[in-house]
Nanobody, 124 residues
């Protein structure tokens, strides 16, 4: 079983930055890949970025490439999402997720464990 707890959301003006954190605990074999997803009101959950816990290979959605950076601190069991040059369309609840497989999937159905989410609001 994996427990994920996000933090770091908030309100920011367009062009600003935020860093989200996700504290992970539980079986390490169940979180070989971790990712960030987001869901805006009335929309489906959307892939943002993913990272392999070992090796740190990354994968990004085109909509955030060059603006967001996913990283992990293995010693702290913490996942991060640095978000720069934020846009109003980035407004959503951001979720941390984990899966035991080694593939960097963008499909949310491939992830087994989820955090409770943290709200990010970008004002224009």
């Amino acid at each position: 079983q994996v427990r994920l707890v996000e933090s770091g959301g908030g309100l920011v003006q367009a062009g600003g930055s935020l860093r989200l954190s996700c504290a992970a605990s539980g079986r390490s074999s169940s979180r070989f890949v971790m990712g960030w997803f987001r869901q805006a009101p009335g929309k489906e959950r959307e892939f943002v970025a993913a990272i392999r816990w070992i090796g740190h290979s990354t994968y990004y959605a085109d909509s955030v490439k060059g603006r967001f950076t996913i990283s992990s601190d293995n010693a702290k069991n913490t996942l991060y999402l640095q978000m720069n040059r934020l846009k109003p369309e980035d407004t959503a609840v951001y979720y941390c997720a984990a899966r035991g497989g080694r593939e960097l999937y963008s499909d949310f159905n491939a992830y087994d464990s989820w955090g409770q989410g943290t709200q990010v609001t970008v004002s224009s």
